[in-house]
């Protein structure tokens, strides 16, 4: 395990390396580009990291981790996209990437010191507390909120890799024989249960990617009626099965009977066994989906974390889900491009997704733009 004060050594290091490349004109003015980019960014949250080498406490260790991983994948994005430029320039990027990502693998999250012993991480994104936790999603948290006449929504907030917190959303659709659908389930709440209790029987949960079925188990242990759905090869991951969730049947592109005749299912596949089951409501006019689109307000990230989520377009008002996803959806991208032309045809109204603010208005014009990557 590398400790943090020799990852900080690392760090500056490997920010001196990137400046110098991006300075060595035997390279491509396009590669020098990306290169100088990524060395001027690793710096500045280097500095603003709370650990042995930090200069101001702005992010913890495990945020700088996070932009780490995120920018060792950019650069592996980079080599892999970038087609026009030479093999050896595409190659060092990969290798640059891939190193970085080797690092973070390696490396601790526990810092022994740092100029602000952690105080102002836990504050931003290290605490569950509700002032926290305000800050990064859409209180109120974990309570019905309605959209439209049987459609609500669920905002809360969820741990994700390396100790980031982000807001996540569960979708609710009262179904015609009056019994409840959860989409995505979030973190079980007991006052939730019985708010979702009186206005119908919570009959089915829905795990519609490879991601969102982590808050299933506890559902399952309240809502014993319940039956479980899930996205196509879900029951296969090692994860899943180590997991003891239950998962009682597969979804496909025809709808369950057991649904009513309200909703339609479109399935979006990428490489990886990856697949996202988007869901459409009819009668309102709501199409649901997961992580196909992200739409972050930089306002809710912390500031160090601002600038590669917007160079990743998972801002508002891009709306794209990140460069990594998009990456494995386009292993499929004349079957993705399919499935998104389908979903623009069903001119949805509202578009809810797990992530960031949802298109509340102007459904099938946002949902364009935040496709255009996948669409051309």
Same mark, same amino acid.
């Given at each position: 395990?590398?400790?943090?004060?020799?990852?900080?050594?690392?760090?500056?290091?490997?920010?001196?390396?990137?400046?110098?490349?991006?300075?060595? *004109? @035997?390279?491509?003015?396009?590669?020098?580009?990306?290169?100088?980019?990524?060395?001027?960014?690793?710096?500045?949250?280097?500095?603003?990291?709370?650990?042995? /080498?930090?200069?101001?406490?702005?992010?913890?260790?495990?945020?700088?981790?996070?932009?780490? $991983?995120?920018?060792?994948?950019?650069?592996?994005?980079?080599?892999?996209?970038?087609?026009?430029?030479?093999?050896?320039?595409? /190659?060092?990027?990969?290798?640059?990437?891939? @190193?970085?990502?080797?690092?973070?693998?390696?490396?601790? $999250?526990?810092?022994?010191?740092?100029?602000?012993?952690?105080?102002?991480?836990?504050?931003?994104?290290? !605490?569950?507390?509700?002032?926290?936790? @305000?800050?990064?999603?859409? &209180?109120?948290?974990?309570?019905?909120?309605?959209?439209?006449?049987?459609?609500?929504?669920?905002?809360?907030?969820?741990?994700?890799?390396?100790?980031?917190?982000? &807001?996540?959303?569960?979708?609710?659709?009262?179904? &015609?024989?009056?019994?409840?659908?959860?989409?995505?389930?979030?973190?079980?709440?007991?006052?939730? +249960?019985?708010?979702?209790?009186?206005?119908?029987?919570?009959?089915?949960?829905?795990?519609?990617?490879?991601?969102?079925?982590?808050?299933?188990?506890? +559902?399952?242990?309240?809502?014993?009626?319940?039956?479980?759905?899930?996205?196509?090869?879900? *029951?296969? *991951?090692?994860?899943?099965?180590?997991?003891?969730?239950?998962?009682?049947?597969?979804?496909?592109?025809?709808?369950?009977?057991?649904?009513?005749?309200?909703?339609?299912?479109?399935?979006?596949?990428?490489?990886?066994?990856?697949?996202?089951?988007?869901?459409?409501?009819?009668?309102?006019?709501?199409?649901?989906?997961?992580?196909?689109?992200?739409?972050?307000?930089? !306002?809710?990230?912390?500031?160090?974390?601002?600038?590669?989520?917007?160079?990743?377009?998972?801002?508002?008002?891009?709306?794209?889900?990140?460069?990594?996803?998009?990456?494995?959806?386009? +292993?499929?991208?004349?079957?993705?491009?399919?499935?998104?032309?389908?979903?623009?045809?069903?001119?949805?109204?509202?578009?809810?997704?797990?992530?960031?603010?949802?298109?509340?208005?102007?459904?099938?014009?946002?949902?364009?733009?935040?496709?255009? +990557?996948?669409?051309?």
């Amino acid at each position: 395990m590398i400790p943090t004060r020799l990852h900080g050594a690392i760090d500056y290091t490997v920010a001196a390396a990137l400046g110098g490349l991006a300075a060595n *004109r @035997a390279l491509p003015p396009a590669v020098r580009a990306v290169l100088g980019g990524a060395g001027a960014f690793h710096a500045s949250y280097s500095a603003a990291t709370d650990y042995e /080498a930090g200069l101001t406490p702005a992010i913890s260790m495990r945020q700088h981790l996070a932009l780490d $991983a995120a920018g060792g994948a950019a650069l592996v994005l980079a080599g892999l996209t970038m087609r026009r430029q030479p093999d050896d320039a595409r /190659a060092l990027l990969i290798g640059l990437g891939l @190193a970085e990502l080797a690092v973070v693998a390696l490396s601790s $999250a526990q810092p022994r010191s740092g100029p602000g012993q952690g105080t102002m991480a836990t504050r931003l994104l290290g !605490s569950t507390g509700e002032d926290a936790a @305000a800050t990064i999603g859409y &209180p109120p948290l974990d309570r019905l909120k309605p959209v439209a006449e049987d459609v609500f929504v669920v905002d809360s907030i969820m741990s994700a890799a390396l100790g980031v917190t982000l &807001p996540v959303r569960m979708t609710v659709f009262r179904l &015609p024989d009056g019994d409840l659908l959860l989409h995505s389930p979030t973190r079980f709440d007991f006052r939730l +249960w019985e708010e979702l209790e009186r206005i119908g029987p919570i009959r089915h949960l829905v795990a519609p990617n490879i991601v969102h079925w982590t808050f299933l188990e506890e +559902w399952q242990r309240h809502c014993r009626d319940a039956m479980t759905w899930a996205a196509p090869g879900l *029951r296969d *991951r090692g994860q899943v099965r180590r997991s003891g969730v239950r998962l009682d049947r597969d979804l496909g592109e025809s709808v369950p009977a057991e649904w009513g005749n309200v909703l339609r299912l479109i399935e979006v596949r990428g490489g990886g066994g990856f697949r996202e089951m988007a869901l459409f409501h009819h009668p309102s006019a709501t199409l649901v989906l997961t992580d196909m689109a992200m739409n972050f307000e930089p !306002s809710k990230l912390p500031w160090a974390m601002r600038g590669v989520a917007r160079l990743f377009g998972v801002t508002a008002p891009d709306g794209m889900p990140p460069p990594y996803l998009r990456a494995v959806v386009r +292993w499929h991208q004349r079957e993705a491009a399919d499935a998104a032309a389908r979903l623009l045809a069903l001119q949805p109204e509202r578009v809810i997704f797990a992530h960031g603010r949802w298109f509340e208005r102007d459904g099938a014009a946002q949902l364009r733009r935040s496709l255009r +990557w996948l669409l051309g």
